[in-house]
């Protein structure tokens, strides 16, 4: 019976750190680049659409803006090849993280099963 709680507690254990691990490591948070998100600081926005939701608010989607400094111009086209390699690289931790943590799990119930039959 011992052994059933310590591996109720293990069991509890990994599902914690499981769930709590993306969450506060970053492992599946954008990388963005410099300059791919206009900030009002560094960037002076040339052109822009509104887009509402279904509840009527609407907000400002910029299309082209400026760095003050250099005078470069940018567009959400020009990260286009950077969002799909991002996508795709954390679609790829993701689908990992996921096999893994259910592998760890097939094989913890496997043990458990195990042991709980040589206790009867």
């Known amino acids: 019976m011992k052994k059933d709680k310590s591996l109720l507690i293990i069991e509890k254990i990994f ?34 659409h ?10 400002q989607i910029p299309n082209a803006w400026q760095n003050k400094e250099t005078g470069e111009i940018y567009t959400p086209s020009n990260f286009g090849e950077h969002n799909r ?16 943590g259910g592998i760890f799990y097939v094989l913890f119930s496997k043990y458990n099963e195990k042991i709980k039959n040589i206790e009867l």
Not at 50 to 59: F, H, K
């Open 15 to 48: 599902w914690v750190i499981y769930l709590v691990l993306p969450i506060f490591t970053g492992i599946l948070a954008y990388n963005w680049l410099p300059n791919e998100s206009p900030n009002k600081d560094i960037h002076i926005i040339l052109s822009s």
């Open 50 to 59: 509104e887009e509402c939701d279904p509840y009527n608010q609407c907000v």
């Open 85 to 100: 390699k991002e996508g795709n690289k954390k679609t790829l931790y993701l689908l990992g993280y996921l096999l893994l």
